[in-house]
């Protein structure tokens, strides 16, 4: 009998402490998403962690992580990846939108049709899926979400258009939704990286390379595929955005933003302190 109340208490004990902890995070395969979810795997939150590769998260599933798949820009998968949650949670308390990626080139020469899918991805996958999820937390009467922006969404670079674009939304969608959601008991928080080592650059480079070298703006494309490579060993390790976010998370009254990786703050003190043509004019010059 004493055994038994004591097994009680103890399941008692781990449902409480599983409380508000329930994480479903995009994008989970490399980089910030798998240093994040490794992280948060680590200090005992169940983590859904999603992404098209799932053969890439293996090693969080032998951890403990929930691995699903999930194609942002596509709407079923979208559905199907929430649906998958709350086959076994009552809710879901954090939502961490991480998936994104980097389509760099002159304006000129990127076609509408990767523009438009650049916006799909970083932008529209990301609003879909906090629209099916903000019931959950409505209804739960808390929740946070986490939007990894960049430095990029509150600063431009040459041949970065659309990139930027996205990120400069996702900025701008959050503020709204932060002032839309605070009666319910939800937080909105943005989380903007600067330099981490992660593949996010090569895949933006190669894609500079492909659509921009060898046309108009080659020139202009090949300095800035150059200085990527020239600082690529100044990046920080992707775990400390990982734990930003976790410090983030966990605050009683989280910030609205929070920033880190090589340069960020540097660089949006910039921002603010230069004029617009100055700002260019840096910019530029570590392009020669």
């Keep these: 009998m004493f055994d038994t109340v004591i097994l009680y208490f103890v399941q008692v004990i781990n449902v409480n402490e599983m409380i508000g902890k329930i994480v479903l995070i995009t994008g989970a395969s490399s980089g910030m ?104 937390m409505r209804h739960q009467g808390s929740g946070k979400i986490v939007n990894v922006t960049s430095t990029g969404g509150k600063l431009a670079s040459p041949l970065g258009a659309w990139y930027h674009a996205s990120k400069y939304a996702v900025e701008a969608l959050s503020d709204s939704l932060r002032m839309e959601v605070r009666q319910f008991g939800i937080d909105v928080i943005v989380i903007e990286p600067g330099a981490i080592k992660s593949e996010w650059g090569d895949i933006a480079m190669e894609s500079m390379r492909t659509i921009s070298v060898g046309k108009t703006y080659g020139d202009l494309a090949e300095r800035i595929i150059r200085l990527s490579e020239k600082l690529k060993p100044k990046n920080e390790e992707p775990a400390v955005i990982g734990r930003l976010i976790l410090k983030a998370i966990t605050a009683e009254k989280p910030r609205t933003r929070y920033y880190a990786g090589y340069m960020a703050g540097f660089i949006l003190f910039l921002k603010k302190v230069l004029s617009d043509r100055q700002f260019d004019g840096l910019m530029l010059s570590q392009m020669k």
């Excluded at 962690?49 to 691995?67: F, I, K, N, S």
């Design 33 to 136: 998403g798998k240093a994040t979810a490794k992280i948060l795997i680590e200090k005992g939150y169940t983590v859904y962690c999603a992404a098209r590769r799932t053969e890439m998260m293996a090693d969080l599933e032998a951890v403990g992580g929930r691995v699903l798949q999930l194609d942002i820009a596509d709407d079923d998968s979208v559905k199907s990846c929430v649906d998958s949650i709350l086959r076994n949670e009552t809710g879901i308390n954090i939502l961490i939108n991480n998936a994104g990626f980097g389509l760099f080139g002159a304006l000129e020469d990127v076609s509408m049709k990767d523009a438009r899918y650049q916006m799909e991805v970083n932008v529209f996958g990301l609003a879909r899926l906090t629209q099916l999820v903000l019931p959950l």
